[in-house]
């Protein structure tokens, strides 16, 4: 095993101790997935707590998604597969059923286009737009043609009934993002009903010209 790969499996379970620790993610919800640099991956076993990660016992997929090592992936692998071959300069995959991320994917009236409104600078700067991709039970592939079609345009998705999946250039801006994301959605939820000083399409076109949220 090379040292980077070693720091990999250190780094994945460090950030799902953090995550679990902290209430993004409970039971055994939510996996984590890295780029390795031969092409493969290192992802989270299925039915694993991310609060309890051993970095020896990691899924080790080779660039096919064939399990090579480890215990079996999780059973959502295909979701972080189909982020990384549509977004190729994605070095991680995060995937959450965060409390108030999930909360906004099951309200009606939002906008499938771009679920959250730009209530702050942060959050179009580290998400930008985020589409609702429709449901579909889990381990449904039909779930990865879905996100396939967005994936190519955003690096952010939300999953209806079910969680964000969001890819960044490394696992700490994964991370990053899909927190600012959590916030956010816990910020609407908090204001929900009330009217809100967003801001405007001309402040967001700024940021993100500024600012191309690729996570």
């Known amino acids: 095993m090379s040292a980077e790969e070693s720091r990999l499996r250190e780094d994945l379970c460090r950030l799902g101790r953090s995550m679990f ?24 076993p299925t039915g694993s707590k991310l609060g309890e990660l051993d970095p020896a016992r990691l899924s080790k997929l080779d660039a096919t998604g064939t399990h090579l090592d480890g215990d079996k992936p999780t059973k959502e692998s295909f979701l972080h597969i189909a982020m990384y071959e549509e977004r190729a300069r994605s070095a991680a995959v995060v995937h959450l059923h965060s409390t108030y991320s999930t909360a906004v994917s099951v309200l009606e009236g939002v906008d499938p286009e771009d679920v959250l409104p730009p209530l702050t600078a942060y959050y179009v700067m580290r998400i930008g737009t985020l589409p609702l991709v429709p449901y579909f039970a889990p381990g449904d592939m039909n779930l990865a043609h879905a996100v396939r079609r967005f994936a190519g345009r955003h690096h952010a998705v939300l999953l209806a009934n079910h969680g964000p999946v969001v890819a ?8 990053d993002a899909i927190e600012e994301l959590e916030a956010t959605a816990k910020l609407h939820l908090t204001l929900h009903g009330r009217a809100c000083r967003c801001l405007t399409p001309g402040q967001v076109a700024e940021l993100k010209a500024k600012f191309p949220a690729q996570a």
Not at 27 to 36: A, K, P
């Open 21 to 44: 620790s902290r209430g993004l993610t409970h039971g055994s919800t939510g996996n984590l997935s890295v780029r390795l640099p031969d092409g493969g991956y290192l992802m989270t």
């Open 168 to 175: 960044g250039s490394s696992l700490s801006a994964a991370a």
